[in-house]
């Protein structure tokens, strides 16, 4: 999938709610650890929107188990719906998703590398690392840190703009209330990837706007830039 240019997302965890996510997202993001039977919900997928898949393990603020996540995840990349998928830089750093990125390139699926801190924002040099990182191993590099204050979303903005200085497609966003609007101005920085859920009470992060709300949010400051 191309991320040249910005992508907004509809996270869920059940594919039927897709005709409800076309008016405003471009791809719908298949949060595989909160969901039944996700690889039968994919083969019986019929949408419009590409599928990018997420399996976030217990340790990255999801709730899948190790055992077998990866190995659906790989199952999941075969299918013609999917376009993109998610892993952990911590998976790609130790090694463990090797078999799931070439699967990936195979099947022509965009790789999201990701990483969450739910406490905090690193400081600055941490933050562009992280990112560097992140784009080594995949074709968009992902940060999600946690705002607990205006500073915070302001060096999230500037790692952001450096990292696209230097040639790198990231998706940035600050948690929590005090980084909030960062999932609607960061696209002006260089993220190229925002996240919302279909529904407004279905939050997969804290802090999310629902989904209607971040795609005028967006298109809004877009057209004032």
């Known amino acids: 999938m191309d ?3 910005f992508r907004l997302a509809a996270a869920t965890a059940n594919l039927d709610s897709e005709p409800d996510a076309r008016a405003h997202a471009d791809l719908i993001e298949l949060r595989m650890d909160l969901a039944e039977d996700p690889l039968s919900q994919l083969s019986a997928y019929d949408g419009e929107l590409p599928v990018l898949v997420t399996n976030r393990p217990t340790w990255e603020g999801g709730e ?3 055992d077998g996540r990866l190995t659906a995840l790989q199952a999941a990349v075969t299918d013609d719906a999917v376009e993109a998928v998610d892993i952990e830089l911590a998976t790609a750093r130790d090694g463990a998703a090797g078999a799931l990125i070439e699967t ?3 099947h022509d699926v965009s790789v999201i590398v990701s990483t969450h801190d739910f406490e905090a924002t690193p400081p600055m040099g941490e933050l562009q690392e992280m990112l560097r990182a992140a784009c080594e191993y995949g074709d968009v ?6 705002a607990n204050s205006p500073d915070d979303v302001l060096d999230l903005l500037v790692a952001t703009r450096a990292a696209t200085v230097e040639g790198h497609t990231v998706a940035t966003m600050a948690m929590g209330e005090a980084g909030r609007h ?4 960061a696209p ?3 993220s190229k990837i925002g996240y919302a859920p279909v529904e407004p009470d279905e939050a997969t992060a804290p ?3 629902d989904l209607a709300t ?3 949010l967006v298109e809004q400051l877009s057209e004032d830039d």
């Open 104 to 106: 990936a390139r195979e």
């Open 3 to 5: 991320f040249t240019s």
């Open 207 to 209: 802090g999310q706007y």
């Open 214 to 216: 971040l795609s005028t």
């Open 141 to 146: 590099g992902k940060l999600a840190v946690t």
């Open 182 to 185: 960062s999932r609607a101005v």
């Open 64 to 66: 899948a188990d190790d």
């Open 188 to 190: 002006i920085y260089g």
